[in-house]
């Protein structure tokens, strides 16, 4: 499985952005979502959304501002960030893990190499 963000870049507080992760070698039954991780900070999560898509989970940090989706003709995932604040700046990564939703780090096998996400005050 390989994963390839894009879509990160600068914008102001209360903008929006929308990230795109694109999946190989997926089969059925992987859980994708995203990750972050500030300068000096843990990585935490972010976003998660089963195979189906009939399942997502947030962190609270983000409800309400950001929305996951999934396109599994293009196997590809999404990540909506709304109202974003100078907080949301951060390295965010596409991760993706065969049955498997879980929130930590540690639950996900494969992920993307990052996109920066800049969000100025």
């Known amino acids: 499985v390989q994963l390839q963000a894009s879509g990160g870049g600068l914008v102001q507080a209360g903008g929006s952005l929308r990230l795109s992760c694109a999946a190989s070698g997926l089969t059925e039954y992987y859980t994708m979502g995203w990750f972050r991780q500030a300068p000096g900070k843990e990585r935490e999560f972010v976003a998660a959304?089963?195979?189906?898509?009939?399942?997502?989970s947030f962190a609270d940090s983000v409800k309400g501002r950001f929305t996951i989706s999934r396109d599994n003709a293009k196997n590809t995932v999404y990540l909506q960030m709304n109202s974003l604040k100078p907080e949301d700046t951060a390295v965010y990564y596409c991760v993706a893990q065969k049955f498997r939703f879980g929130v930590n780090p540690s639950d996900y096998n494969y992920w993307g190499q990052g996109t920066q996400v800049t969000v100025s005050s």
């Open positions: 959304i089963t195979w189906s898509g009939s399942s997502t």
